[in-house]
């Protein structure tokens, strides 16, 4: 059997996902702590926004939400549960201008599926259109490596390997580059789930 990977496996999922995150009990608990940060009305980066059930908590919020993902089934449905917001189809790790500057960020769970080695390229991406002073919301699952069983599913007789890695403060703090600063851990409703809150620095320290 041949197995599909990350993109295929969210292509397909993506109704799930939506059902799942558009509940109101879906939103973490940091959210207020994060947004509290943020200028009124400023632009935020909903970044691996999946379905955009972050963004539309966002702009409920009175932001105006950017979002990128590279699943075409996910954004289909972002796009129409959210219209007017922008949303770009790209990689997290190959740079994304297109969504101009921003004054925060969320990756809610994007981290998952980028491997240990390529955290600090992730984390350089941020930086290019994150504002001076921003603030970068992250989640990761709480952890470190490979994780087999989250990685591995099998839908309707096809196989998907998504590849879901486990990271931990220490690998972030790690990664994160001269550019950011490492300001708190955040609530967490799930003890699985890590939130880390990261603010671009004003100037990069060398």
């Given at each position: 059997?041949?197995?599909?990977?990350?993109?295929?496996?969210?292509?397909?999922?993506?109704?799930?996902?939506?059902?799942?995150?558009?509940?109101?009990?879906?939103?973490?608990?940091?959210?207020?702590?994060?947004?509290?940060?943020?200028?009124?009305?400023?632009?935020?980066?909903?970044?691996?926004?999946?379905?955009?059930?972050?963004?539309?908590?966002?702009?409920?919020?009175?932001?105006?939400?950017?979002?990128?993902?590279?699943?075409?089934?996910?954004?289909?449905?972002?796009?129409?549960?959210?219209?007017?917001?922008?949303?770009?189809?790209g990689n997290?790790?190959?740079?994304?201008?297109?969504?101009?500057?921003?004054?925060?960020?969320?990756?809610?769970?994007?981290?998952?599926?980028?491997?240990?080695?390529?955290?600090?390229?992730?984390?350089?991406?941020?930086?290019?259109?994150?504002?001076?002073?921003?603030?970068?919301?992250?989640?990761?699952?709480?952890?470190?490596?490979?994780?087999?069983?989250?990685?591995?599913?099998?839908?309707?007789?096809?196989?998907?390997?998504?590849?879901?890695i486990a990271?931990?403060?220490?690998?972030?703090?790690?990664?994160?580059?001269?550019?950011?600063?490492?300001?708190?851990?955040?609530?967490?409703?799930?003890?699985?789930?890590?939130?880390?809150?990261?603010?671009?620095l004003e100037?990069?320290?060398?």
């Amino acid at each position: 059997m041949s197995v599909l990977g990350c993109e295929a496996f969210y292509d397909k999922t993506a109704p799930r996902w939506a059902e799942k995150g558009y509940a109101d009990e879906a939103e973490p608990v940091c959210m207020d702590r994060f947004c509290a940060l943020l200028p009124a009305g400023g632009r935020v980066l909903d970044l691996c926004c999946g379905t955009g059930y972050e963004s539309f908590r966002l702009r409920r919020r009175g932001f105006v939400p950017v979002g990128l993902d590279f699943s075409g089934g996910s954004l289909a449905i972002a796009r129409e549960k959210n219209p007017g917001v922008s949303f770009y189809r790209g990689n997290m790790l190959e740079g994304y201008p297109q969504v101009g500057v921003v004054d925060g960020i969320i990756c809610i769970a994007g981290l998952v599926h980028v491997e240990t080695p390529d955290l600090p390229l992730a984390f350089q991406r941020m930086a290019e259109v994150l504002k001076p002073g921003g603030y970068l919301l992250a989640s990761v699952r709480y952890g470190t490596g490979r994780m087999e069983e989250r990685s591995v599913a099998e839908i309707d007789g096809q196989a998907y390997d998504r590849n879901f890695i486990a990271h931990n403060e220490e690998e972030l703090r790690a990664a994160m580059g001269p550019a950011f600063a490492f300001v708190e851990e955040l609530p967490s409703d799930l003890k699985i789930w890590a939130y880390y809150l990261f603010q671009k620095l004003e100037e990069v320290r060398l």
